[in-house]
């Protein structure tokens, strides 16, 4: 699209037009924004639009559909919060340092994206099966990236329930966060102190299994 800045008579500067990758971006943040804080149902593409500043047909031209925006922003997030769970546990050199690690990503990812939790685990899940679906199976995903970090020794069941033991902490953690953030406190600072306090239970109860 390029960018205009030409001058009006007034004096004033246009505001500059934004490139279709810019637009884009901004269109998907927008969207994020809404979808979480309204849900599926409750939102439409007039809403999206409106709040960003563009025209429907702009906005379709971007995206066919808004179950299509939905799945894609459900693509989006996922793809950031698996890479950067697998990326902290491959930085781990011990057990504790793995559950360190691991809860530290998942709340970077959240306290930095407050949206893109709202919009996985928020309350507002859509009734569409197939977005459900969608969701889900990111879920899933966390699991099994989690219990491949369990030891092999417990025994799939095991390993299953304690990952999702796991993930309950950090989903509860985070919606404690988003609900009622502390005031003044800055990202990093909040990023340590619940890192610091879920991973300090979890390993706590870890570490207490006998396993062999």
Do not use: C
């Not at 009006?8 to 901004?26: C, M, V």
């Not at 994020?32 to 309204?38: A, H, N, S, V």
């Amino acid at each position: 699209m390029g960018t205009d800045t030409a001058t009006p008579p007034s004096g004033r500067a246009r505001p500059r037009r934004l490139g279709a990758t810019e637009r884009r971006e901004q269109l998907v943040l927008t969207a994020l924004r809404l979808f979480g804080e309204r849900g599926y149902r409750a939102t439409t593409m007039e809403d999206i639009a409106h709040a960003a500043g563009v025209t429907k047909p702009l906005l379709y031209q971007h995206f066919a559909s808004k179950r299509a925006l939905y799945l894609e922003l459900v693509q989006e997030v996922s793809a950031e919060l698996l890479a950067a769970l697998r990326a902290a546990h491959a930085r781990a050199t011990s057990r504790r340092e793995l559950v360190e690690n691991g809860y530290r990503a998942y709340f970077e990812t959240i306290v930095h994206h407050a949206e893109a939790f709202r919009l996985l685990f928020g309350r507002h899940a859509p009734d569409d099966p197939e977005l459900l679906g969608a969701v889900r199976a990111v879920e899933r995903e966390v699991l099994e990236v989690v219990a491949s970090r369990i030891p092999e020794e417990l025994g799939d069941d095991h390993r299953r329930l304690l990952a999702y033991a796991l993930i309950g902490l950090a989903e509860g953690g985070a919606r404690y966060w988003v609900d009622s953030a502390r005031k003044g406190a800055s990202s990093a600072e909040d990023v340590e102190v619940l890192a610091g306090r879920i991973s300090a239970m979890a390993w706590g109860g870890l570490r207490s299994i006998e396993i062999g």
